[in-house]
């Protein structure tokens, strides 16, 4: 019976065409998506090679004390880059279209970083949604980046399989 009242559900209803559980989550303003990463010396390298910033205070461990750190630091954009992955991981076909951003803490190789997006603004467009994110990243609770983002989805609903 269950799956007769979803087939005729998702008939009537196109948003839920193609999902075979009644567990789907669907965006909604408040809702906090995120994903915790590690970087890596040769993730500061590719990225280096990729953006052509060859700042020695990503390479040098001496240049980035002289300056004021403790050790080589991540790139800030390669830190920030959680945020399009955390949103394109959920609504695969998102279409990334701003972000502002705001530098607060270094970032160092071999750290843990959490990537959090939090929905706070939904809109309906032309068979689309624009949502508006807060987005901040965190080391041990504190906040290195943060900043908001806009992003078109193609749905609302998420694909749980790429979370945390």
Do not use: W
Not at 128 to 149: H, M, Q
């Amino acid at each position: 019976m269950a799956m007769l009242t979803r087939s005729l559900v998702s008939a009537s209803i196109p948003f839920l065409r193609g999902f075979s559980s009644a567990a789907t989550s669907f965006l909604k303003t408040g809702d906090v998506l995120k994903r915790a990463r590690i970087f890596t010396s040769e993730e500061v390298l590719d990225y280096s090679k990729v953006s052509h910033d060859s700042n020695p205070l990503h390479f040098d461990s001496e240049s980035a004390q002289n300056a004021g750190f403790e050790d080589r630091v991540v790139h800030g954009m390669l830190v920030a880059g959680l945020f399009p992955k955390i949103i394109s991981s959920h609504f695969p076909g998102a279409i990334y279209v701003s972000q502002s951003l705001h530098f607060r803490s270094p970032v160092y190789i071999g750290e843990e970083i959490v990537g959090e997006v939090r929905a706070i603004n939904i809109r309906e467009k032309k068979n689309r949604y624009l949502a508006k994110f807060k987005t901040a990243c965190f080391k041990n609770g504190s906040v290195v980046i943060d900043g908001e983002a806009m992003a078109i989805l193609p749905t609302l609903a998420m694909d749980e399989e790429n979370t945390l």
